[in-house]
């Protein structure tokens, strides 16, 4: 017998508002996405407009997997983009703008050049003008080809837990990355940011934990996991006898104390430093900090507390060598070339350009820390 189904507009409209509508704005929702987002059925040319081609691999809608991310994630319009035009996102993750932009300025004795390629990870987006690291053909302190480095290297965009269909993966029904509680109905959450488990490509590590504000990423509180993560492709950095150390415990009493050169004056209920956080050493997003407004206060106290590697780094790339979080190549970071007068750099930074933030917001070194503040290695090693 064939059944007939009549809705009215009404109806209609209030299951767009009340259901539809909230779901358009997760597309991520902890796990895969809806398929016709990044893939195109039918190879079409039309799903394809940036590059033109109707061949792409796997039906994507990029000449490549990160062209395919960065038909989102590129630009100025959402909170969600890692790649702007003028170096503007303040995502904890950094901005791929510094990838492409090389700038000059004066350093009192001559013209330096910071090279962009130096300034993070390379990713291959062919659409977008991301090419493979001309300098290092592997990964550094790895074996990873730099030529195949890429937004899904890092990122499952299926988001997979856990081996996705092994036997005993449960369905994902929401993000991981915002401290919601575990699903009471046998779903599960899934990992932070939809980083890839172990056994996902080169990855021999589990997801890390962490917990941000929102897609936009402003603020984040990690809980554990990320350096023995990003090992996975940086295996030769794992010897804490000859490099610097992580997942070590971070000296709380100095990191409290202090608050800028010269300073230890600190407390720790404002002790904490987005620009050198570190892991709680909590294994559920629920235990970690709310981070879903910028009032939020943060302690320094606990002895679970490690260094990790994006203490010093952000994961995508910076304004700074190697995607540092600082400046390490000039005495005093208010001096940082890309802060000064003088080269591209002045440029740069007037069209919007953000190398230093936290919480959202832009940071001037100078009226923070002072204009001799060191480099803030001394946040934990406190030697000036």
């Not at 899904?152 to 990355?177: E, Y």
Request: glycine share 12%; with cysteine; hydrophobic share 35%.
């Amino acid at each position: 017998m064939k059944k007939t189904y009549k809705i009215s507009l009404v109806a209609g409209a209030t299951m767009m508002v009340m259901g539809f509508a909230g779901s358009a704005m997760a597309f991520h929702g902890g796990g895969v996405a809806h398929c016709d987002g990044c893939h195109s059925m039918h190879n079409s040319a039309t799903d394809n407009q940036r590059s033109g081609s109707a061949t792409a691999a796997d039906l994507m809608k990029g000449s490549d997997a990160s062209s395919t991310c960065l038909n989102c994630h590129n630009g100025t319009a959402g909170s969600y983009h890692i790649a702007t035009p003028n170096g503007g996102t303040m995502s904890q993750g950094g901005d791929f703008f510094w990838i492409k932009t090389d700038y000059s300025y004066s350093n009192g004795r001559s013209v330096v050049t910071s090279v962009g390629q130096s300034h993070g990870h390379n990713i291959v987006a062919a659409d977008f003008g991301f090419a493979a690291d001309s300098v290092n053909v592997t990964a550094p302190g790895g074996t990873m080809q730099a030529n195949t480095l890429g937004c899904t290297s890092c990122h499952d965009p299926h988001g997979q837990v856990n081996g996705g269909t092994a036997a005993g993966t449960a369905a994902i029904s929401v993000s991981g990355s915002y401290g919601a509680a575990a699903p009471a109905d046998g779903s599960i959450r899934g990992n932070y940011r939809l980083l890839g488990d172990d056994g996902f490509k080169l990855i021999t590590s589990a997801a890390p934990v962490a917990r941000a504000n929102g897609s936009s990423g402003i603020r984040v509180q990690y809980g554990t996991g990320m350096s023995s993560w990003c090992l996975s492709c940086h295996s030769g950095f794992n010897d804490n006898a000859n490099m610097h150390p992580t997942n070590v415990p971070v000296p709380m009493s100095t990191y409290n104390a202090y608050k800028k050169s010269g300073d230890f004056t600190g407390l720790i209920a404002t002790a904490f430093d987005e620009l050198v956080p570190f892991e709680r050493g909590a294994t559920d997003t629920s235990a970690l900090p709310d981070v879903s407004t910028a009032a939020y206060t943060v302690g320094a106290e606990d002895a679970n507390d490690v260094v990790m590697c994006l203490t010093c780094h952000r994961a995508h790339g910076s304004a700074f060598e190697n995607g540092l979080r600082w400046d390490d190549s000039t005495e005093f970071i208010a001096e940082s070339g890309i802060l000064n007068a003088g080269g591209t750099a002045v440029t740069i930074m007037a069209a919007g350009a953000k190398p230093y933030y936290e919480n959202g917001v832009l940071v001037d070194i100078a009226v923070k820390y002072g204009e001799h503040q060191r480099s803030l290695c001394n946040k934990c090693h406190a030697k000036d």
